[in-house]
């Protein structure tokens, strides 16, 4: 019965930050039990639970120190059928560092995205916040606020260490009012800060974001 429920193959590699595993949702796999008769697609715990199953595994004897404590910003952008092949990637789990970015992809598109944030469990009332800003210094801000942007906008031809501080977010990046207004709202529940809505035209690149961030930072301090 628990094979019927297990969509996790294997873990392929864990290098540095980063691991791989590999998946399939089984076409009598029990996910997909009544979701949904005659047209049945994986539900979206289904995607959690397999995550989460990858970076149990990578654990190994410390998963039993460990439980799910925090799902921030998931999304669900593609369907999975019956019988489709996964790929889980995540990201984090540094020593230290009990927050992992993840997504799952089917046939070279993103399915789902998200973070997940681990406790000891024998801090069961602990709380850890999600990808924590660095400090108030400029150059962690710009950093912060690029991995952010990749996430928010997924950006997966980019990476943070490419990614020109002062490129125009608008002209050369293309990004719409409402993405921008996405990012905004995730920059305001980050950093506890507010953006005015009026002051979004002016954050037309990651350096004057930055700039903004920091402003607003020492205003509170």
């Given at each position: 019965?628990?094979?019927?429920?297990?969509?996790?193959?294997?873990?392929?590699?864990?290098?540095q930050?980063r691991?791989?595993?590999?998946?399939?949702?089984?076409?009598?796999?029990?996910?997909?039990?009544g979701?949904?008769?005659?047209?049945?697609?994986?539900p979206?715990?289904?995607?959690?639970h397999?995550?989460?199953?990858?970076?149990?595994?990578?654990?190994?004897?410390?998963?039993?120190?460990?439980?799910?404590?925090?799902?921030?910003?998931?999304?669900?952008?593609?369907?999975?059928r019956?019988?489709?092949?996964?790929?889980?990637?995540?990201?984090?789990?540094?020593?230290?560092?009990?927050?992992y970015?993840?997504?799952?992809?089917?046939?070279?598109?993103?399915?789902?995205?998200?973070?997940?944030a681990?406790?000891?469990?024998?801090?069961?009332?602990?709380?850890?916040?999600?990808m924590?800003?660095?400090?108030?210094?400029?150059?962690?801000?710009i950093?912060?606020?690029?991995?952010?942007?990749?996430?928010?906008?997924?950006?997966?031809?980019?990476?943070?260490?490419?990614?020109?501080?002062?490129?125009?977010?608008?002209?050369e990046?293309?990004?719409?009012?409402?993405?921008?207004?996405?990012?905004?709202?995730?920059?305001?529940?980050?950093?506890?800060?507010?953006?005015d809505?009026d002051?979004?035209?002016?954050?037309?690149?990651?350096?004057?974001?930055?700039?903004?961030?920091?402003?607003?930072?020492?205003a509170?301090?």
């Open positions: 019965m628990e094979d019927q429920w297990r969509l996790l193959q294997e873990v392929k590699a864990r290098e930050n691991l791989e595993a590999q998946a399939c949702a089984p076409i009598d796999s029990l996910w997909f039990s979701h949904f008769p005659g047209e049945p697609i994986l979206g715990i289904a995607l959690i397999l995550v989460w199953q990858a970076i149990v595994e990578d654990a190994g004897k410390r998963s039993e120190e460990i439980r799910l404590d925090t799902l921030k910003r998931v999304r669900f952008i593609q369907p999975v019956p019988g489709e092949n996964l790929e889980v990637l995540v990201t984090g789990g540094k020593p230290g560092e009990e927050t970015l993840f997504k799952v992809v089917g046939q070279g598109k993103v399915i789902c995205s998200g973070l997940i681990v406790v000891k469990k024998k801090d069961k009332y602990a709380k850890k916040e999600v924590m800003p660095e400090s108030k210094d400029i150059k962690g801000i950093r912060h606020v690029a991995e952010i942007i990749i996430d928010e906008l997924k950006l997966e031809e980019v990476t943070i260490d490419t990614f020109s501080p002062d490129m125009d977010l608008i002209d990046l293309g990004i719409d009012s409402m993405d921008l207004a996405t990012i905004a709202l995730v920059l305001q529940d980050e950093y506890k800060i507010v953006i809505e002051d979004y035209p002016k954050l037309k690149s990651i350096h004057l974001i930055a700039d903004y961030i920091q402003e607003r930072l020492t509170k301090s």
